[in-house]
Structure formats: C-alpha cells, structure tokens
C-alpha cells in the first residue's frame, strides 16, 4: 500500500512538471525585446521562426541565430533566454554604405565592400559608377575587375562620409577616380595612389572657394601636393 501510495506520488509529481513545463502559460514567451535592426519587429520574429504561444523552454535559439543569419544585412545574431518568459534578439546589423551601379542594378555595399542588398538603392549614400561588377552576392564581397581602385573608391568614400559633403558620386573614367558633389563639383584624383592627402588637399581649396561664394568647378588634386581650381568652361 505503501509503494502504491509512493507511485502515486511520483506520478503527479511527474504529470505536474509535465503541464508546468508544457502546457502552463508561465514560460510562453511574453516579450520579446529586438535591439540592432531597423527592420520591422515582426519580420525578424517571423524569421526567428517566434510563433504566438511559443514556449521558451522548448524554443531552440541556435535555430533562430541560424535563420537571422541568413540576411546579409547582419553580421552576428545573439538571442538570449530570460526566464520564465522573456527572449532577447540582439543584432550587429551591417550598415550600408555606398551603391554601385552595374547593367541596372543597384548593388548595396557596407563600408568593407561586403554585399548587403540588391535593388533596393538608397539615394542619401555615395553612388559608385564606372566599375565592372563580375560577381555580387548577398553576404559576400564584390568581385570587381577593378578591385584596387574600388578599394581607393571606398577609402574616398569613407572620407566623404566624415564630412558635411552631400550628393557625391564616385566614378572611374579612363583610368581615373573622379568625385562628383551635384552637378556644380568635380574633383579629379587620377589614380588616387595617396587618397588622405589628395582629399586634405581638395577639401582645404574647397572650403575656401565655397567661403569666397564659388558655386563650382573642377579641382584637380592628382598632385597630392597642391589643388589646382578651374571654372567650368
């Protein structure tokens, strides 16, 4: 009678743990907290493979770390387990940014020239024209037949970015790295074999010439040494 009563036991024991774990509303996931993306809350979720009413302890986080990774747009994917109830995504999203244009499409860059979108072009970065794109794909690097100028190209860029400079295009024209600020600028780098210096030397004159009320023209810096200014004709 004993050994019954103690079966007994153990069995609700069991069965309790069973629906405490299983069926009890205690660790359905109630919150979910999506720190590094700008993308919409409910599309990182549906890719994390998060249903209404999951269960946390039954959530598997290397499935949706897996999933997540899948988008080129992050670089690592954490997701964290907070319990009875609470999962953290936290994401190091790549940023994008420059375009380059090649056959009509706009192939999207982050600064290391990693591939992160295709198509879905965003006019407020640098725009990259004239280089011949042999291979893009998402998550991977570009593969150019001009790879060491498009280096130079995302070093120039790099410095646009740290500036109040807006509107600027980058393009490769007969052998020569050319920046375009609208359509009043046009800065000549030749091959761009110490791009810091020649930028200093372009945004010095630069600057001076905007100060003195000059609305364009074209500085030559391919002599790193010294920026020569000429009105557009």
């Given at each position: 009678?004993?050994?019954?009563?103690?079966?007994?036991?153990?069995?609700?024991?069991?069965?309790s743990?069973?629906?405490?774990?299983?069926?009890s509303?205690?660790?359905?996931?109630?919150?979910?907290?999506?720190?590094?993306?700008?993308?919409?809350?409910?599309?990182?979720?549906?890719?994390?493979?998060?249903?209404?009413?999951?269960?946390?302890?039954?959530?598997?986080?290397?499935?949706?770390?897996?999933?997540?990774?899948r988008?080129?747009?992050?670089?690592?994917?954490?997701?964290?387990?907070?319990?009875?109830?609470?999962?953290?995504?936290?994401?190091?999203?790549?940023?994008?940014?420059?375009?380059?244009?090649?056959?009509?499409?706009?192939?999207?860059?982050?600064?290391?020239?990693?591939?992160?979108?295709?198509?879905?072009?965003?006019?407020?970065?640098?725009?990259?024209?004239?280089?011949?794109?042999?291979?893009?794909?998402?998550?991977?690097?570009?593969?150019?037949?001009?790879?060491?100028?498009?280096?130079?190209?995302?070093?120039?860029?790099?410095?646009?970015?740290?500036?109040?400079?807006s509107?600027?295009?980058?393009?490769?024209?007969?052998?020569?790295?050319?920046?375009?600020?609208?359509?009043?600028?046009?800065?000549?780098?030749?091959?761009a074999?110490?791009?810091?210096?020649?930028?200093?030397?372009?945004?010095a004159?630069?600057?001076?010439?905007?100060?003195?009320?000059?609305?364009?023209?074209?500085?030559?810096?391919?002599?790193?040494?010294?920026?020569?200014?000429?009105?557009?004709?």
């Amino acid at each position: 009678m004993r050994k019954l009563a103690q079966l007994i036991l153990f069995s609700f024991i069991i069965f309790s743990l069973i629906y405490i774990i299983g069926f009890s509303p205690l660790f359905i996931i109630d919150e979910v907290d999506v720190r590094g993306t700008d993308l919409p809350r409910e599309q990182i979720l549906e890719t994390a493979g998060l249903a209404p009413g999951q269960n946390l302890l039954f959530y598997r986080t290397e499935t949706g770390i897996s999933n997540l990774l899948r988008d080129a747009r992050f670089r690592s994917v954490i997701i964290t387990k907070e319990y009875p109830n609470r999962l953290l995504i936290n994401i190091d999203s790549r940023q994008p940014f420059v375009n380059i244009y090649q056959g009509g499409n706009t192939i999207t860059l982050d600064s290391s020239g990693l591939v992160i979108e295709i198509n879905q072009p965003d006019e407020t970065l640098v725009q990259l024209r004239g280089f011949t794109v042999t291979e893009a794909s998402l998550g991977e690097p570009i593969v150019s037949t001009e790879a060491a100028t498009l280096k130079k190209a995302l070093d120039l860029a790099n410095l646009v970015t740290q500036t109040t400079l807006s509107d600027c295009m980058i393009s490769y024209e007969d052998s020569h790295l050319l920046l375009h600020i609208g359509d009043t600028w046009k800065i000549k780098f030749g091959s761009a074999n110490q791009i810091e210096e020649q930028f200093s030397a372009f945004k010095a004159l630069y600057d001076q010439l905007v100060d003195q009320g000059t609305t364009g023209g074209v500085v030559d810096v391919t002599n790193a040494s010294i920026a020569v200014f000429k009105p557009f004709e």
